[in-house]
């Protein structure tokens, strides 16, 4: 900055030397008068340079600023959007767990007849999201009616009671039920009773 106001006295102060030196040489007449109205104008340029140059680099400075504010609000705002996406996708992933595992409960509810229950429907990832077309394994735990009595009959050289048999039997088909409904392995689904 120094060398450029340096540059710029030194230049000043060459024209306006210059400029008396051609006063002092031109004889009187009408060539002196435009000669000094032409030094004079160029000493006006020079006096006005350094404020336009600063006038100039401002608008520079104005323009770099702005540009470097928008491009911090797009990148601002490039972040909120994308967390607020994945933030909308994992809500939206949630709901549609729950209301898959919800709609499975009231569906054994029905069929199964059993009280209590509680599924978990646990899916395959990919990149941190539910893939929802694989589903590892579904677990769900449950009650038989209360309404139900149970009576074991003696039966002889058997090693289970009847009742355990009846309640294979109906976790047997709940896995089978599942199985077909979800199109997935029975083995891939686990059956608790309390």
């Known amino acids: 900055m120094k060398t450029i106001i340096g540059e710029w006295i030194v230049n000043l102060v060459i024209i306006a030397i210059l400029a008396v030196l051609m006063d002092m040489i031109l004889p009187n007449g009408n060539m002196k008068k435009y000669t000094g109205l032409l030094f004079g104008l160029i000493i006006l340029i020079m006096f006005l340079q350094p404020l336009l140059q600063l006038i100039g680099q401002a608008s520079d400075l104005e323009v770099g600023i702005f540009q470097n504010y928008l491009t911090q609000s797009s990148e601002a705002a490039a972040f909120y959007s994308n967390q607020t996406e994945k ?3 994992e809500n939206l992933e949630q709901i549609v767990k729950e209301n898959l595992e919800k709609d499975l409960e009231m569906e054994l509810q029905y069929r199964g007849n059993l009280d209590n229950v509680k599924v978990n429907i646990v899916f395959d990832q990919v990149n941190g ?8 394994y579904i677990e769900v735990t ?3 009616k209360s309404q139900q009595i149970w009576i074991d009959p003696v039966i ?20 089978e039920y599942i199985s077909q ?5 029975s083995d891939s689904i ?4 309390y």
């Open 87 to 89: 933030s909308q996708r």
């Open 129 to 136: 999201a539910y893939n929802f077309s694989e589903i590892k």
């Open 142 to 144: 449950a009650s038989l």
């Open 156 to 175: 002889i050289g058997r090693d289970k009671k009847t009742s355990d048999i009846m309640v294979d039997d109906i976790v047997m088909g709940l896995k």
């Open 181 to 185: 409904l979800y199109d997935i392995d």
């Open 190 to 193: 686990y059956i608790k009773g």
